[in-house]
């Protein structure tokens, strides 16, 4: 027996090349109201979400996220949006804490609460544009340059871009293209306890051509190390870890 929803969800793959064609209106309403009811902690919607429609905007966030083009040209971009700032602003409204002292303030757990509210509304807003015949692609890159992207936003105190999605719809080659291996269940799903992986697990792990038959970047002698030159030890990843460290101290 078939499951509409579970197929979507094992076909579904990154798309960045997309066809010259807006999406309409209604569409963009059933993808955000989708949105809108993805699972929340204490249904207290701790995120916000920014359409860029303003070209000026889509070429600034192409060069800043890393120089990736397609996102100048990606029809519709929804910036995801960490947010505290509205319940701050609403519990200094209410006169909140002032019988008790001061208002207390957000802290590290309450971020991570909201970055945690934020995925799961941009992940349901994929899945939703995925059946709606939209393709996809997540860019974390939004979480680096964060005063520029603060400005750029006209983001305030409590308010994070914890993702940026670019949709559209599709090329034909965009459609046709394989999608990209995934890990055995084994190396990922565990009972009752997290269980750290041996060499003998990574080499089976990586056996896959799409890891065995990759090209290396120059001083890398496996993939591991190309993974590691090219992702963790990246420039982008250190402007990373910078930028949420510096919003991390504001938070605070």
């Known amino acids: 027996m078939t499951n509409p929803t579970l197929d979507l969800i094992m076909a579904r793959k990154s798309v960045r090349i997309f066809e010259d064609r807006p999406v309409d209106d209604e569409t963009k309403d059933e993808v955000l109201a989708a949105a809108l009811r993805a ?44 947010d505290y700032q509205r319940w701050m602003d609403y519990f200094e409204a209410s ?100 269980e750290r992986r041996r060499p003998e697990d990574f080499a089976e792990m990586f056996a896959d051509p799409h890891y065995a038959g990759a090209t290396l970047l120059p001083g890398a002698a496996n993939f591991g190390q190309h993974m590691y030159l090219r992702k963790f030890a990246a420039a982008f ?3 990373m870890r910078r930028s949420v460290r510096r919003m991390l101290e504001e938070w605070k």
């Not at 590290?108 to 909201?114: M, W």
């Not at 799961?120 to 992207?149: K, N, P, W």
Request: aromatic letters at 8%.
């Open 39 to 82: 699972p929340t902690a204490g249904n207290m919607m701790l995120y916000s979400v920014i359409e860029v429609e303003d070209q000026a905007m889509k070429d600034s966030l192409a060069k800043s996220c890393d120089d990736q083009p397609f996102i100048a040209r990606a029809p519709w971009v929804l910036v995801f949006v960490a």
């Open 95 to 194: 006169g909140a804490g002032r019988s008790g002292g001061a208002l207390a303030r957000p802290r590290e757990g309450d971020f991570l609460l909201a970055l945690d509210d934020a995925l799961i509304a941009a992940q349901t807003a994929v899945i939703a544009a995925e059946s709606l015949g939209l393709g996809s692609c997540y860019i974390g890159d939004v979480m680096e340059r964060f005063e520029e992207h603060r400005e750029l936003l006209g983001l305030p105190r409590y308010a994070f871009p914890a993702a940026m999605l670019c949709l559209g719809y599709p090329t034909q080659q965009q459609r046709e293209r394989p999608r990209p291996p995934r890990f055995d269940r084994r190396h990922i799903v565990f009972k009752n306890r997290y």
């Open 237 to 239: 990843s250190e402007e």
